[in-house]
């Protein structure tokens, strides 16, 4: 079984940075798919960013360029980096991991971007 601790979020102002940390707490994180997911008010929950294993990595189009997700297996953690942040970004941000029939989720982090 795994745990996921995501921090990092807040509140930023349109056009700022946030950096999105995820901790996991399992002996096989190396084996995971590791993903960024978002929910906005009102609205479904939207794949953001993915980091499989091998470290190869997807984007939701509205975020590719900047946004960059990355992964440390030394220290069992995933990051997501966030740069010019718009209002439309603001949401809850939630980890997720997935290896074979495991699939974790994490407790969410909010981001609001709003001046």
């Known amino acids: 079984q795994a745990q996921l601790v995501e921090s990092g979020g807040g509140l930023v102002q349109p056009g700022g940075s946030l950096r999105l940390s995820c901790a996991a707490s399992t002996r096989f994180f190396s084996m995971y798919a590791m993903n960024w997911y978002r929910q906005a008010p009102g609205k479904q929950r939207e794949l953001v960013a993915t980091?499989?294993?091998?470290?190869?990595?997807k984007y939701a189009d509205s975020v590719k360029g900047r946004f960059a997700i990355s992964r440390d297996n030394v220290n069992n953690a995933v990051y997501l980096q966030m740069n010019s942040l718009q209002p439309e970004d603001t949401a809850v941000y939630y980890c997720n991991a997935v290896w074979a029939r495991n699939d974790y989720w994490g407790q969410g982090t909010q981001v609001t971007v709003s001046s």
């Open positions: 980091i499989t294993s091998g470290g190869i990595t």
